[in-house]
């Protein structure tokens, strides 16, 4: 059944997702120190304030193109994450490099495409900011496929970084367009409609197709199949966000502390897993975002208020 959606509404799932992706990227690396893996959960949560990263930073602006234009504009998208970009938030070095090209004025098709020695990046960056637009885009995983791709070519010419995207953004819009609804949706047929998304040649496809058949199984055994984010590639992080996001869609804090077990490159995880369950359940609501971590986190920037 179409329907249509209306600009605040657009706007209020997305910045519901914007809201899980930065709780999850604040609180996720709260648990994580590189070189000293992660801390155990039983501990309790910590004090906060919990400060956000990159995850965050670079998801505002794409949030904030969207509010602008309704759509993405790669030369605006990337102008933003450059003049906006602080390597305090724990950019990786290869988005600083390439982030200073752009900067500095070089195209950010040249910038993109001369990473890694020209193969471009298969990152998991695009698909970790990529959350709060699958959400705007609820009424057409088409449309959001599409506009995923298009936010993941500023930065990531590799193919699977961009399917690593389109993965995330497709599995947003169906969560969103659930809660729109009134339902869940079954988790295999979820797994199912973000696989058919993707091509099929792609590593990413074929770790999605394996996260639905590892549905039920127990977290130890769905991070052996499909990583957690450890490698920093999309092909180590994208599926194994999909198998927990699909199996905890209406349950917040689960789904984070799922992300946190499993270890990796925990902030990553928590926003990606953190966008697409807020992007179904909302903030503050039974199984949403619990109030209580919202006010721990670091506030968003100003301009992205």
């Not at 999605?208 to 052996?224: F, I, S, T």
Request: proline content about 7%; some cysteine.
């Amino acid at each position: 059944m179409t329907f249509t959606l209306f600009p605040d509404t657009r706007l209020a799932l997305a910045r519901d997702s914007l809201t899980g992706l930065s709780v999850g990227d604040a609180l996720g690396g709260m648990f994580f120190v590189p070189g000293r893996g992660v801390a155990p959960w039983r501990d309790g949560l910590p004090a906060g304030p919990w400060p956000w990263s990159d995850d965050t930073e670079m998801a505002c602006s794409v949030v904030g193109c969207l509010a602008d234009t309704g759509t993405i504009d790669r030369d605006a998208l990337a102008a933003a994450f450059a003049a906006r970009y602080d390597p305090a938030r724990r950019y990786g070095a290869g988005a600083v490099e390439l982030l200073e090209l752009i900067r500095a004025g070089t195209p950010w098709p040249v910038a993109a495409a001369s990473a890694f020695d020209g193969q471009g990046s298969c990152g998991n960056g695009a698909a970790m900011r990529v959350g709060p637009l699958g959400a705007w885009f609820a009424d057409s995983t088409t449309r959001a496929a599409a506009q995923a791709r298009a936010s993941a070519e500023v930065t990531h010419a590799h193919p699977e970084g961009i399917a690593g995207a389109v993965a995330v953004a497709v599995a947003a819009a169906l969560a969103a367009r659930a809660r729109l609804d009134g339902g869940r949706p079954d988790p295999a047929r979820l797994l199912a409609a973000v696989a058919a998304a993707l091509d099929p040649a792609a590593e990413v496809h074929r770790r999605v197709r394996r996260a639905a058949g590892l549905l039920g199984r127990a977290l130890p055994e769905a991070v052996e199949a499909l990583g957690n984010g450890s490698r920093v590639t999309a092909q180590d992080t994208v599926a194994f966000t999909l198998w927990v996001a699909a199996t905890h869609l209406d349950d917040y804090p689960a789904a984070i502390r799922a992300c946190v077990e499993a270890g990796g490159d925990v902030d990553t995880t928590a926003a990606i897993v953190g966008a697409i369950v807020a992007a179904h359940t909302g903030v503050g609501t039974p199984g949403g975002v619990p109030d209580g971590w919202l006010a721990a986190r670091e506030p968003l920037p100003d301009w992205a208020r």
